[in-house]
């Protein structure tokens, strides 16, 4: 199992930026794919930006272009860096591995807002 805490998000205006952090308890990001989800109100879970274990990225047509998933292996964190934000981003954002997701964090949550 491994502990996972997001942070870095906030209430920010439209076209606005935030960027993510995603510490893990141990290192894993060489091993595994990893991925940022968010959960709008009343919505389900969904995967925005993925990488994988040999630093390939993708990303959710709604925000490519935008985001950008990143990772400091070193540092045991994963990053992701929100620009050109919509009001409709506005949603805790998780981290988790991609297939058999661990424990789920407590979100960081980002709320886009003029």
């Known amino acids: 199992q491994v502990q996972l805490v997001e942070s870095g998000g906030g209430l920010v205006q439209p076209g606005g930026s935030l960027r993510l952090s995603c510490a893990a308890s141990?290192?894993?990001?060489?091993?595994?794919?990893m991925g940022w989800y968010c959960q709008a109100p009343g919505k389900q879970r969904e995967l925005v930006a993925t990488?994988?274990?040999?630093?390939?990225?993708n990303y959710t047509d709604s925000v490519k272009g935008r985001f950008t998933i990143s990772r400091d292996n070193a540092k045991n964190t994963m990053y992701l860096q929100m620009n050109s934000l919509k009001p409709e981003d506005t949603a805790v954002y998780y981290c988790?591995?991609?297939?058999?997701?661990?424990?789920w964090g407590q979100g960081t949550q980002v709320t886009v807002s003029s």
């Open positions: 988790n591995r991609v297939a058999r997701p661990w424990d």
């Open positions: 990488i994988s274990s040999d630093g390939l990225t």
């Open positions: 141990r290192s894993i990001f060489s091993f595994v794919a």
